[in-house]
């Protein structure tokens, strides 16, 4: 597929996970371009990497040495519309033209690859997983679908290691492209219904990526979820959750702002494992990323440090205040499940606190088909505060609004408003624990709001 090809264009390259195969190709001495539709701090850094980027759809715009289909392959992402007009012109002259997944698969299909599925919790057992085997003997490449916060970048690469640590993403069956040595699923909480249509059609997305990992693999996954596993020759099956399966944590210890456990696994334990992103949903995502270490022979020092030194994810339970009486924390979850765990976690982290959350709903089609999940999951929170929909790649769906999730919350403290007026009440009000929370673009408010909150 890349025999003669010197030049890779990406449409949508500045999304998190096509951005990081810009900076693999253009690593590996392509030359690389792209359109994406808002300029953004990612295509900063790709401009600043010596990657040409640009905002406008017109095909003017691309760079004569990539309007050769004979030296030229093109990337895009499921995110962009079907009438792009640089999208059209590849079309039409006939380009070579990949989805990103597709790309993926194709780099999997060549190394030795860790794929790291499930509806949430991903990114940051993929982030962990490759922190540990990169400070490990073995090193790793990885493509992350987050900034990690050690390396701040989603992309590592390594001279001297055939492993690749890859987010196996279900939207749009992207997973199904890949070619897995080791796996890890999290869960199959449903979701991306627009897409599978039905839950049993959901499930059996993930049955066919378990069914993708090579003969005598390992597929690590979530114990209990309800999968009807067809498995090819000689993969080894274990199961893990925080307090029981093949591996899972014990004697959990909660305090000072610190956890730490003892991972056991089935040829043994390593004891007093700190967290150094204590917060209780990362027991779990840390128990995943430490089985794929210890299969791939990790010693248990390396495993023990690395799990100490991880940093976290960038949006994923990421805190921007952490003082005594004014913490603001800022976390990815979209999915009611998610929303539930983070809020779980703030409440555990803060027991005594008055906790004010909010709300940006992701997508049409995920508020409707989750509105009672929603409020049921924001409800356990003293104040919401929920702002409109973010309609990412969706156009509107009549009659589907933030308020069908407002008005199932049966939280006393709810409002409704608009982002500019989330500034003005955060300007007149005082919060002992304030969460942004959602996978929308409620972030780009994070600066100022972390402003007002310090000036008071």
């Known amino acids: 597929m890349l025999e003669n090809i010197k030049n890779v264009y990406f449409l949508g390259i500045g999304g998190i996970g096509m951005s990081a195969l810009a900076r693999y190709f253009n690593a590996n001495g392509f030359s690389v371009a792209g359109y994406d539709r808002v300029e953004s701090k990612l295509s900063e850094q790709l401009r600043a990497e010596g990657i040409q980027v640009h ?23 499921p995110a962009i519309p079907s009438n792009l007009k640089e999208l059209l012109f590849f079309q039409k002259n006939r380009f070579d033209i990949l989805k990103r997944s597709q790309m993926l698969g194709a780099i999997t299909q060549r190394q030795d690859a860790i794929c790291i599925a499930g509806t949430h919790g991903k990114t940051t057992t993929t982030t962990l997983t490759s922190h540990i085997l990169h400070n490990s003997f073995l090193d790793c490449n990885a493509f992350l679908g987050g900034l990690s916060k050690n390396f701040e970048t989603n992309l590592l690469l390594s001279k001297k290691s055939n492993v690749v640590v890859i987010e196996a993403d279900e939207f749009d069956r992207s997973f199904l492209t890949l070619s897995p040595k080791m796996a890890v699923i999290t869960a199959t909480d449903a979701d991306h219904l627009d897409i599978y249509g039905t839950y049993e059609e959901y499930l059996k997305g993930f049955e066919q990526f378990a069914a993708l990992i090579r003969e005598n693999g390992v597929l690590v996954i979530k114990k209990g979820l309800p999968l009807n596993l067809n498995l090819q020759k000689g993969v080894k099956v274990y199961d893990y959750s925080t307090d029981e399966g093949d591996f899972h944590a014990e004697n959990i210890r909660i305090g000072n702002g610190t956890i730490v456990f003892d991972f ?10 700190e967290l150094g992103v204590p917060v209780y949903v990362n027991i779990e995502n840390s128990i995943a990323a430490m089985a794929m270490a210890i299969l791939s022979g990790l010693s248990h020092q390396e495993i023990r440090d690395a799990v100490k030194s991880y940093s976290g994810v960038v949006r994923r339970f990421d805190f921007h205040i952490k003082e005594e009486n004014k913490v603001l924390v800022d976390d990815y979850a979209h999915h009611p499940n998610e929303v539930k765990a983070s809020v779980d976690s703030i409440r555990m982290l803060y ?8 709300f940006q709903p992701h997508l049409y089609t995920r508020t409707r088909d989750f509105a009672d999940e929603f409020a049921s999951a924001l409800s356990s929170l003293d104040e919401v505060i929920l702002l409109d929909i973010y309609p990412a790649r969706e156009e509107p769906i009549e009659g589907v609004t933030s308020k069908i999730i407002f008005d199932k919350i049966t939280a006393k403290d709810k409002k409704m408003m608009s982002k500019e007026q989330l500034i003005d009440y955060v300007r007149s009000h005082d919060f002992e624990v304030l969460a942004t929370i ?4 409620i972030d780009l408010l994070l600066p100022q709001i972390k402003n007002i909150l310090l000036s008071k």
């Open 55 to 77: 905002f406008e759809d017109d095909p003017v715009y691309i760079p004569e040495d990539f309007k050769n289909p004979n030296f030229t392959v093109v990337v895009y992402t």
């Open 264 to 273: 056991v696994y089935p040829m043994g334990i390593i004891k007093d494992v």
């Open 351 to 358: 027991a005594d606190k008055k906790i004010t959350g909010v």
């Open 438 to 441: 959602g996978a929308g673009d």
